[in-house]
């Protein structure tokens, strides 16, 4: 897969595992397993770059005595997310005519 493509896609995939409440590495990783596996490295290359496109804020807070960072969707990612759904509709088009299928029948 296109490198690009699949960039793209994995974020969407992190903010939609992030667009109904705040949440924090290892639970994004947990709620995308039915999805997608990622490592934690991967996650959080993912998450970096999210939170400098403005797509998402951080904030630490302890938790049972350790530091942790806590994600949170902003409006720039919701309309990413939007985005996307848009998109889809030719993503399958081009889909369909790559693989021969007429979305008609």
Request: glycine fraction near 6%; include cysteine; proline fraction near 1%.
């Given at each position: 897969?296109?490198?690009?493509?699949?960039?793209?896609?994995?974020?969407?995939?992190?903010?939609?595992?992030?667009?109904?409440?705040?949440s924090y590495g290892y639970?994004?990783?947990?709620?995308?397993?039915?999805?997608?596996?990622?490592?934690?490295?991967?996650?959080?290359?993912i998450l970096k770059r999210?939170?400098?496109?403005?797509?998402?804020?951080?904030?630490?807070?302890?938790h049972e005595g350790r530091?942790?960072?806590?994600?949170?969707?902003?409006?720039?990612?919701?309309?990413?997310?939007?985005?996307?759904?848009?998109?889809?509709?030719?993503?399958?088009?081009?889909?369909?005519?790559?693989?021969?299928?007429?979305?008609?029948?």
């Open positions: 897969m296109d490198i690009q493509l699949k960039r793209g896609l994995l974020d969407v995939c992190v903010l939609a595992a992030i667009r109904n409440g705040e639970k994004i990783i947990k709620d995308l397993k039915p999805c997608i596996e990622l490592s934690e490295s991967t996650l959080y290359t999210l939170e400098s496109s403005g797509a998402l804020t951080v904030r630490t807070a302890e530091l942790r960072k806590y994600y949170r969707i902003t409006e720039s990612g919701i309309n990413r997310l939007d985005e996307f759904r848009n998109e889809w509709k030719e993503i399958i088009s081009i889909y369909n005519f790559v693989c021969g299928e007429d979305e008609n029948e």
